[in-house]
């Protein structure tokens, strides 16, 4: 017997009202070239006001960015993820300074972190790009963003030792338990969740969304990856935030909405963005 395919519910049909903001996503892969502009306005119909492009490298930020010229209500975040360490170089670092210093959109440094799941680059050129990124951070005054894959002891030990405990850092892409969400809130960071937290055999993660106070929880789709039940295997979109939304909203014992509402104001603060 074949499995059912699942009912691909319209993510406007389950719209919230306007405020949420997706604090992460890659709106600017080929992925979208086809119809990036339906995917903005469904966004804004779904109730997002902010939308947080990540771009993983100066070569991209400085070829794409402007993608987004007509669209302010799309905020950057720039780094050198873990995966491409070698490419931290003093010539691309000077690179990313100048972007921040001449572009106000450029909101944190990021993603950057430490990725042990794929072998794309040796640990040591990953512990050096990570140190060199989270310098940078230090020296502009913005906000980190961290991708952790299966590195976490590392993660957190370097994050620690280099002065980032109380500073503001976002654990994208959180897909763990109670246990290590409680260890990223102690630190006195921000978590956002992705699509993941929708998946049935994901109950830990579920778990860990009780750990996590009001003030310290973001949402976000990593999009075009990760997309959440009902839209999973397809194409993620900042629309189909809404789903992982009352996810956790049910996980909390929240209305959906209220919780939709502080996610997105949390963004706005940690990232330092205008009120919606």
């Known amino acids: 017997m074949s499995k ?3 009912q691909r519910i319209d993510p406007l049909t389950q719209a919230m009202p306007p405020g949420g903001v997706d604090s992460h996503c890659h709106l600017d892969g080929e992925e979208f070239d086809t119809d990036r502009e339906a995917v903005l306005t469904r966004a804004h119909a779904a109730g997002l006001t902010h939308l947080g492009n990540v ?3 100066p070569d991209d930020f400085a070829a794409k960015h402007h993608l987004f010229a007509a669209h302010p209500e799309v905020f950057f975040i720039l780094g050198i993820h873990p995966c491409d360490g070698h490419k931290c170089t003093p010539e691309r670092l000077a ?4 972007a921040f210093t001449s572009e106000p959109r450029l909101r944190a440094v990021g993603e950057i972190g430490l990725d042990f799941h794929w072998n794309d680059c040796p640990r040591e050129i990953q512990y050096q790009a990570l140190h060199e990124q989270l310098n940078l951070a230090r020296e502009l005054a913005r906000p980190v ?3 952790c894959r299966e590195a976490e002891e590392d993660t957190l030990m370097i994050l620690e030792s280099s002065g980032f405990v109380g500073k503001p850092v976002l654990w994208h892409c959180f897909g763990l338990g109670p ?3 409680q260890r990223i809130i102690h630190n006195g960071w921000h978590i956002s969740v992705p699509g993941p937290v929708t998946y049935k055999a994901n109950t830990q993660i579920r778990e860990a969304m009780a ?3 009001q003030d310290r929880l973001l949402l976000e789709t990593d999009a075009p990856y990760l997309a959440p039940l009902p839209w999973r295997g397809k194409r993620n979109e900042p629309a189909f935030t809404v ?5 956790i909203a049910a996980a909390r014992g929240e209305d959906a909405a209220t919780l939709w509402l502080r996610c997105g104001a949390n963004a706005r603060l940690f990232f330092g963005l205008n009120a919606a």
């Open 4 to 6: 059912k395919s699942p």
């Open 55 to 57: 771009f993983l490298g």
């Open 95 to 98: 690179a990313i300074r100048a």
């Open 145 to 147: 963003v961290i991708h």
């Open 179 to 181: 246990h290590m969400a």
């Open 211 to 213: 750990c996590i106070p």
């Open 243 to 247: 789903f992982t939304a009352q996810t």
